[in-house]
């Protein structure tokens, strides 16, 4: 079955609009796993707007499930953010999914494009290989991208679905899904494992899976907001429930 790993930055976006600690970012992680999630996710990014790097390092010490840390690694140092790279050397997650969003930007919205970045990555994963640090790139449903990216050698790629989901509320989804669908082919074709997300919910994430061999999906927007309703243990259940086959 595809692991859920769930992102806890809205968490933290929360909890920086006041300065009383709550809610409590290890608190919602820990109610996450206990329920069943099998990784977290954090994205820290250098304004700091949500994911803090001592949130990071706290997680790092609690967590007895898959770590993912994803973020730009091109981040620098600005402040008390001491780069990204910096938090992936310190902590050594399980996984580091790269991702390439700007400073300004709202969220990840597009995967890397290895015509222009490839050479830039190169020492990066090396890097992060020596440390032990599993590799995903984050990457469009795009076979020229997937085949650089084969080329590349990272372990694994995330498959930025939010057009998949737009497809979904649109209600014509099925030329999207075979293009991810192909996609996902093709990546396992070239040795990489495929990880996905962005925008997946509860509505359009059973029919999502049914793509073979997706291991891993992160979640955090959505499942918070179900969280907001149903509360986090009653949330991540029913997340699993729909990465059991089931299509809503």
């Not at 949500?50 to 990071?56: C, L, S």
């Not at 990840?108 to 090396?126: I, N």
């Not at 509505?203 to 999906?217: A, K, S, T, W």
């Amino acid at each position: 079955m595809t692991k859920l790993s769930v992102n806890v930055n809205k968490i933290a976006l929360l909890r920086n609009s006041r300065d009383i600690g709550i809610p409590s970012v290890i608190a919602a992680a820990r109610a996450c796993v206990d329920a069943g999630a099998a990784g977290i996710t954090v994205h820290p990014r250098p304004d700091q707007r949500h994911i803090r790097p001592a949130d990071v390092h706290e997680l790092a010490e609690m967590l007895t499930v898959e770590f993912n840390i994803e973020g730009n690694p091109f981040a620098e140092a600005a402040g008390s953010y001491p780069g990204f790279l910096a938090i992936v050397r310190q902590v050594k997650p399980d996984q580091c999914t790269l991702v390439p969003d700007t400073p300004g930007q709202l969220t990840s919205d597009h995967g890397w494009d290895l015509s222009q970045d490839v050479e830039r990555l190169r020492p990066v994963l090396a890097e992060l290989a020596d440390l032990g640090v599993r590799v995903s790139l984050f990457m469009d449903a795009e076979i020229e991208q997937i085949d650089r990216a084969g080329e590349l050698g990272p372990d694994r790629i995330e498959l930025y679905t939010e057009p998949y989901a737009r497809a979904f509320l649109q209600g014509d989804v099925e030329a999207e899904f075979a293009r991810f669908a192909a996609a996902a082919a093709r990546a396992q074709q070239l040795h990489l494992g495929v990880n996905a997300g962005h925008d997946l919910n509860l509505h359009n994430l059973g029919h999502f899976c049914m793509i073979p061999g997706i291991l891993e999906v992160s979640i955090g927007h959505a499942l918070v907001a179900d969280a907001l309703h149903m509360g986090f243990a009653v949330a991540v259940k029913a997340y699993l429930e729909a990465l059991s086959g089931q299509d809503d």
